[in-house]
């Protein structure tokens, strides 16, 4: 995502909208995308976490939260791809600054929309938040 495309996106974020749109699609979004979008929303909270990584992030939430993104949300198996693949590319930037607590956070708040879920999705994003 370019800056002035991060820039646009990072003015859709407000915590409000997040957790609206987060209890109203988490189930349509799937497991992947909630753990993803919360492991950011943590790490944007960490009072120490730059802030050229938080305008990474708040570009990748913006852009989850905004309802004409580039697939549109609706579209079965498709439509929370494109949210996916710009997620990940924030959840590389913060990848330093996700910790324990900010996955032990987002796992517990996870469970709030996901009663089960399989453990492989999210070791899956988890690995890939991994710092060499």
Known sequence: MEDKEQEDYS???????FWY??????KKAGVK???AALLLYYVLKKPNTPKWV???ILGSLGYFIF?????????PLMGYGDDLGILAIALATAAVYIDEDV???AREKLGAFFKEYNED???E???KTKTK
């Open 103 to 105: 996955k032990r956070k």
């Open 11 to 17: 003015k859709q974020y407000s915590e409000d909208s």
């Open 67 to 75: 309802p004409f993104d580039a697939v549109p949300d609706i579209i």
């Open 125 to 127: 994003i988890d690995d």
């Open 33 to 35: 995308v909630s753990y």
């Open 21 to 26: 749109k987060l209890f109203k699609f988490a």
């Open 54 to 56: 938080k305008t990474s």
């Open 121 to 123: 999705e999210l070791k």
